[in-house]
């Protein structure tokens, strides 16, 4: 995966995730440090639609595969935690 | 919420979550220092159907409101990245 490209796709999941991949608003998960597998599967669900959310469904809608490969890699290699 | 109580009742979660909460199995999430909203939100959308998994669902289908208290409680309080 390109963490670069991940990186650059993800700065409109900031604002919700925060910038270091640790969740502003206590609804929304944190992602810093969490399984690759675990965060391309859960966008893909949400682009897909197995997983339906108002906000997620159209934040995934647009993504390709690649996109998601690279987003999910970039949130996996932030530390835990923050 | 009672964090012991937590503990106790996630002995099951941690065959798959990890005991501290890093999951052993990349398809599954780390629990460990996540948000105990989105935790508790998650668990009760997997028993109450809003979320269907063939292993998460029955794991939460007996879990009362103050079991999912607990157990987010404690997995939120373990630190994240194990």
Redesign the interface.
Known sequence: ADLQAGKAKSAVCAACHGANGI?II?????L???????LQ?SIKAYRDGE?KNPIMSPMASGLSDADIANIAAYFASL????
């Open positions: 969740s206590p609804d929304y998960p944190n810093a440090g969490q399984k690759v597998k675990y599967s997983r530390p835990a935690g923050g």
